[in-house]
Structures are given as structure tokens and as C-alpha cells.
């Protein structure tokens, strides 16, 4: 009894501690799933925020001081001025506190001078012309700035910009304008009879040009690339400051409106079709000319008033007559959100997330939700008309020297360079991982089998990052000489071996039993030995020869990139650290095809080339698919090796001898230095949701066909 209570109190226990076991393990399990679905949930959630388009939302609507009117709106939730004009001759500087508009500067003007607003790379000037001509152009403080209760002509000289205007032509002006750039500044001063055009040199203010035109004739000011566009109906004619013409353009149809980003590397251009024409800046021969990049259709009747672009993003807000706020994808041209407002605007800005709309009486302070969204599918991956090229290509450059500049942010070169490196690897990994597998699993005695299996599977274990220090340090400064050499050595290895194999047998044949083994071993090290002479010595020149070169620099010739950052190199790396994978994964599936299939193809009078061909390889061949996609998707997914060999040049080019940057590579290059919550940390986001979704199709796939060669296996 004593005993018998012993052994249920024993089990008791024993039934305890496996509860508990098990209790422990599933907690951790549950926790290992939960951990993972977090990090594909929040993977996501960044990635689809692209997808939904940005949203506008007002904030707050300010009224203008009494007896003012707005002449430009700054980023005023941030501490940036207004410009008010009023009451009276006053030019006033405003500064929004607890949402209440307050003038902290002020200019005292003569009531004829004449008063506007110029930007110049987002700096906002204050143009103040006199009576007489003379030009003041001040800048108006920004946030960095404070605001202060004084006068602002305290504004210290050296900021000033100052030039005269001929006084006869001034007095006589109906319209003006001033455009800046960074080494011109353009006026236009429109009279009953002519237009003058006056360049000044802001380095330089002597060196003053003037050109003469008719007073109907209509014109754009393109300081920054020191042009001025004659517009004539549909024909564009551009001119520098000396009145040579440069080159001419035809567009569609007649010009009604038209206006210029910062830098003036796009000009918009609203036809009387309802188009509003892109033309994008490019270089020919040391001229700046510039060509249609794409239209957008606009409401009938409706005519742009302002654009402004963002400074650091791909988005442009354009205000327009039917009192409308276009949100526009600067990159495709594509209209992502539209909005309408309660007043007829005559002004727009832009700032972060905030964007401000204003008439004379009052401004609107929207804010933009989802800025990822103003990224579009056609933007990421079609081809478009950058500023600056020739014609429409796909490129990733996420950052520039200053603000206003185009980002470009194409997935295509780096799925392009992903799946260049993992093809060209699976080239190098496949004869060498299947002619390791079907000599260790079919030809090799099962001593030497045992042994060179764990030696090729260890080869697993080496980092990967070791892998790229050594082709980084060592294959890369050889790789003009060797390269080729070593691609053919490894392409034509599994060649040679097999050819071994078939000779092999009636090698060992000749000899004495004891030999026998010794043979089967010395012979496949002497036939490497010899190919790798071969390859090294007499290949090179021979394809010289044939090609009639002297070396192997010509293949890097067309794209510029050195012989050791190019795509057969990265291959060749990364195909030898995938090939244990893909060896080890072959090499089970082979040497488990059932026994009793040889013997009974050796029984039908099949040869054991014949039997490897028609049984071996066809019963295994589920499972040699599986491990060359499970290598493929390690060499997808590979990250340190493409890093330390390529040079990272993100080219949308099948060039075997251009660059490369991979999704892998350039997450690990750029993600920790992009903004939280950007488009450029969001667009990063998507381009891991596409590595993760790829890999793990890929994987999936992998997975399913080896279950199903075991199953095969099993049944046998």
C-alpha cells in the first residue's frame, strides 16, 4: 500500500512537471508567433500607408490685420512671418501667437512705391521699388530669426539687395515682375509701348543687361539656367541674356498661363486644351534645353494660380480658378488628392506638412495626413523624365546636395539588382552544389562519402560576412586577371568530375584491391588540379586570342564600373556561399531515392549513367527543385555579401559587367539614417515587404515540394 502510494504520488509529480513543461514550452511558442506576426504587422503597417492617398484637413483659418491684405504667407505654426500689406503705406511682419495674428515688424514706405513679394530657394524677399526706380529687396527674417517690436527697416544692410531701374521706363510701368536666382536676378517691366527685361548680377551688381521687347509679348524669367522663354501661342522660343536664341519648342497648343519651380528645372506651362504641360530641363552639348515630360488634365475652364513645391519630397501644391488646392506626384504628374476652398486664392506654400492657402483677407492652414501617399505605383516603378536627363529612365537617388531637388525613388534597379545576384549565383551554385550531390550520393563509395559530406556541410557555417571580407579584400583586386579564369574553372568543374565518375570505375579496376580506394580519391584531386591549370594558364589566352585584346579591362569599358565591383563577382561569392545549402538539401534528396529503384534498373540492364539519368534523377528531382529554390531564396535575401562587394551603384541594367545595389543592401545602407515616418523610411518599408513577401513565397514553395519528395520517398 505504502509502495503503491509511493509510485501514484511519483506520477503525480512526474504529471506536474510535464504540465508545467509543457506549459512553459507553449508560453514560449505563443510568444516566438506573437513576436513574428508583430513584426510582419508593423512591417506592413508602414509599407501600405503608400497605397492611401494623402488626406487635407483644415486646421485653423486666420483673418488678415484690419485694413491689410496677405502678400505671402510663411510656415506661421512654426514662427515664421507673414507679410501684410496696410493699413495704409505700412508693410507689416506678423507672427501667429495663440492663434491670434500679431505685427511684430514693421516698414514705412512712401505711399508710391510700389510693394511685392519675390522667394528665392524658399527665402522670402520683400521687393520695394520707389517712384524713381530704385529696387530694395529684403529678406524677410525666418524662424531662426525672432521677431521683434521695432522697425523693419532695422534689417542690417548686408542682407539688403539693392539695383536701380531705368527711371523713365519705371515711371511709365503697368506690370512688373522680379525673378531671383542664385547669381541673376531678372526684372520685367511692362510699358504701354515695350517690355524691358534687365538682368543684374547679384555677385556682381555692375554688370547690368537689358534687353528690349514688344509690349504684347509674353514671357517667363529662368534665371537659375540664365534663359527667358519667348511665348508666341504654341511656339516657345528660349533666349539667353545676350538675345541668342538657344532652342525652340512646339507645344500642343496655346499657352494661357505658365510658371517655374524652384531652381527652374521644370517649367509648367496650362494650355487652352485643359493640359498643364511639364517641361524638364536637360543638358545637350553645354546648352540648357528643356522637352515635355508629362501633361496633367485639368478641370474645363480651369486655370492654375500658383504651384508651390515641397522642399524635401516629391509633391507640388497648385492652387487654381475654380478655387481648387491640387495636391500633384511632382515625379509622374499624378493629381493624389483635390481639395476645395472656400475663397479665390492668390497664393500657396508649402511647408512639412502644412500647407498654406490665402487670398488679400484671410489664409488657411491645411494639414496634409499620410505623406507617403503622394508616392504612386507609377512612380516607383516606371520609367520618367527626370530634370537633368535625356530621356525617361528608372533611378534610385534619395538624396541630393540641397533642397528642391528631385528624390528618385524607383524600386526597379534594386529588384533588378536583387535578382541579378541571386540568378547569376544560381549559375555558379547549381553545377557545383548538383555535381557535389550526385558524386557523394551516387558515385562515391559510402566511406568517402561520409567523410566529404560533413566537410561541405560545415562550409554552412561560415559567416557570410567572412565570405564578402574575402572576396572584398582578395578576389576583387585579382578579379581583372582571374575573374575569368575562375568562372570557367567553376562552371566547367561539375563537368569534369562527372566525366571522372564515368572513368573512374574502370581506373580502379586496373589496379590491386588495396588501391582500389586510394584511386577513387587521388583521381578527382588530380583531375581539379589540372582543370584549375588549364584554366588559370591557357584560358585567358586563348579567349584573347580569339577576341584580339589584350585584357580583360574592355568588358567594364561601357559601364564605367571597375572589373571588381561587378555583377560576375558578386556571383561568384555569393553562388559559393549558397552552394553548401543547396548541396546538402540535393545531396539527401538523391541518396534517398529508394534502393530497390537502382536494383531494379540495374536488373532491366540499365547502366548506372542510365539509372542516375532516367530513375535517380527524376525520382529526386522534387527535391533538388526545392533545394535550388531554398538557395535561391538565401542568395534574395543575402545581405552582407552584396553589401562589401558590389559598389552599391543601384543600376536598372542586365549588364553582366555594370553595378549593382540589392533591397537588402540598401535597407542596410539607408534605413538607419532615414527619417522616422518619411516617404523615404516608408518607401524602405515596402521595398522589405517585398524582400519578405518574395523570400517567403519562394521558401514556401521550397517547403512543399520537399515534403512532397519525402512523401515520394516514403512510398518507396
Not at 17 to 26: G, H, K, N, P
Not at 140 to 168: G, H, K, M, S, Y
Request: glycine letters at 6%.
Amino acid at each position: 500500500m505504502n509502495v503503491a502510494s509511493q509510485q501514484a504520488s511519483f506520477l503525480k509529480k512526474r504529471l506536474r512537471r510535464d504540465r508545467l513543461a509543457r506549459s512553459v514550452i507553449t508560453v514560449f511558442g505563443y510568444i516566438v508567433l506573437l513576436t513574428m506576426v508583430m513584426i510582419i504587422w508593423h512591417l506592413f503597417s508602414q509599407a501600405v500607408k503608400i497605397a492611401a492617398p494623402p488626406g487635407i484637413k483644415v486646421s485653423q483659418e486666420i483673418p488678415v490685420l484690419p485694413g491689410g491684405q496677405f502678400l505671402y504667407v510663411g510656415d506661421t505654426a512654426n514662427g515664421q512671418a507673414a507679410v501684410i500689406k496696410g493699413p495704409g503705406c505700412k508693410v507689416s511682419l506678423a507672427r501667429l501667437e495663440n492663434h491670434i495674428l500679431m505685427a511684430k515688424q514693421s516698414l514705412r514706405r512712401p505711399c508710391s512705391h510700389s510693394l511685392g513679394v519675390v522667394s528665392s530657394y524658399g527665402q522670402p524677399y520683400i521687393a520695394d521699388i520707389s517712384a524713381s526706380g530704385q529696387v530694395r529687396l529684403l529678406p524677410v527674417p525666418t524662424v531662426t530669426q525672432p521677431l521683434r517690436q521695432t522697425q523693419f527697416n532695422d534689417t542690417p544692410l548686408a542682407n539688403e539687395i539693392t539695383f536701380a531701374l531705368p527711371e523713365a521706363t519705371w515711371q511709365q510701368q503697368q506690370q512688373w515682375q522680379i525673378a531671383m536666382g542664385e547669381t541673376w536676378i531678372i526684372t520685367l517691366v511692362k510699358t504701354a509701348t515695350d517690355t524691358l527685361v534687365q538682368w543684374v548680377n547679384r555677385n556682381n551688381p555692375q554688370q547690368i543687361i537689358k534687353q528690349q521687347y514688344s509690349a504684347s509679348q509674353q514671357i517667363v524669367l529662368l534665371p537659375d539656367t540664365r534663359q527667358i522663354v519667348l511665348i508666341n501661342n504654341t511656339v516657345l522660343t528660349f533666349v539667353d541674356n545676350t538675345n541668342q536664341r538657344l532652342h525652340q519648342l512646339t507645344v500642343p497648343a496655346n499657352v494661357t498661363w505658365a510658371d517655374t519651380l524652384v531652381k527652374n528645372r521644370s517649367l509648367f506651362l496650362a494650355l487652352d486644351n485643359n493640359q498643364l504641360l511639364r517641361l524638364s530641363v536637360f543638358n545637350q552639348a553645354g546648352i540648357l534645353r528643356y522637352q515635355p515630360a508629362y501633361s496633367i488634365t485639368l478641370e474645363a475652364g480651369e486655370v492654375p494660380v500658383e504651384m508651390y513645391a515641397h522642399a524635401s519630397v516629391n509633391g507640388i501644391a497648385l492652387i487654381t480658378s475654380k478655387r481648387q488646392l491640387l495636391l500633384i506626384n511632382r515625379i509622374s504628374g499624378e493629381v493624389v488628392q483635390r481639395k476645395a476652398l472656400p475663397f479665390a486664392p492668390v497664393g500657396v506654400s508649402w511647408f512639412d506638412s502644412r500647407v498654406y492657402v490665402y487670398s488679400a483677407q484671410a489664409y488657411i492652414q491645411h494639414q496634409v495626413n499620410n505623406m507617403a501617399g503622394l508616392s504612386t505605383a507609377n512612380s516607383l516603378l516606371q520609367p520618367h523624365l527626370y530634370e537633368g536627363y535625356v530621356t525617361a529612365d528608372q533611378i534610385w537617388q534619395t538624396s541630393s546636395a540641397s533642397d528642391y531637388q528631385e528624390i528618385k525613388m524607383s524600386l526597379v534597379p534594386l529588384l533588378i539588382g536583387s535578382l541579378k545576384a541571386s540568378t547569376l549565383a544560381l549559375l555558379i551554385a547549381i553545377p557545383l552544389a548538383l555535381g557535389a550531390a550526385v558524386y557523394t550520393a551516387y558515385f562515391a563509395r559510402p566511406k568517402l562519402r561520409d567523410g566529404v559530406k560533413p566537410v561541405i556541410e560545415m562550409l554552412e557555417a561560415v559567416p557570410s560576412v567572412l565570405i564578402g571580407f574575402i572576396a572584398a579584400i582578395w578576389l576583387a583586386p585579382l578579379a581583372e586577371r582571374f575573374l575569368f579564369s575562375f568562372a570557367v574553372f567553376i562552371v566547367s568543374l561539375p563537368v569534369f568530375l562527372l566525366l571522372i565518375a564515368l572513368v573512374q570505375h574502370r581506373v580502379a579496376e586496373s589496379v590491386s584491391n588495396r588501391l582500389q580506394h586510394i584511386a577513387e580519391t587521388v583521381l578527382p584531386v588530380l583531375g581539379i588540379v589540372l582543370l584549375g591549370y588549364v584554366c588559370i594558364v591557357w584560358a585567358p589566352d586563348w579567349l584573347l586570342a580569339a577576341m584580339d585584346v589584350e585584357d580583360f579591362t574592355f568588358l567594364a569599358h561601357n559601364t564605367e564600373v571597375p572589373v571588381g565591383k561587378t555583377t560576375i563577382l558578386v556571383a561568384i561569392a555569393l553562388g559559393l556561399a549558397i552552394s553548401p545549402s543547396i548541396y546538402s538539401l540535393a545531396e539527401d534528396a538523391i541518396s534517398g531515392v529508394p534502393h530497390s529503384l537502382r536494383q531494379a534498373s540495374y536488373a532491366l540492364g540499365a547502366t548506372r549513367l542510365q539509372t542516375l539519368r532516367r530513375v535517380v534523377l527524376k525520382v529526386a528531382f522534387p527535391g533538388i527543385v526545392a533545394a535550388i529554390m531554398l538557395g535561391f531564396g538565401r542568395a534574395f535575401g543575402e545581405t552582407m555579401i552584396v553589401l562589401m562587394v558590389t559598389g552599391n551603384t543601384p543600376i536598372a541594367d542586365w549588364d553582366l559587367f555594370a553595378g549593382l545595389r540589392a533591397l537588402t543592401a540598401n535597407l542596410a545602407i539607408e534605413l538607419p539614417e532615414a527619417e522616422v515616418n518619411s516617404i523615404h523610411y516608408q518607401v524602405l518599408f515596402l521595398t522589405a515587404c517585398v524582400l519578405f513577401t518574395f523570400t517567403f513565397i519562394v521558401n514556401t514553395l521550397a517547403e512543399l515540394l520537399r515534403h512532397r519528395a519525402r512523401k515520394v520517398a516514403g512510398n518507396g
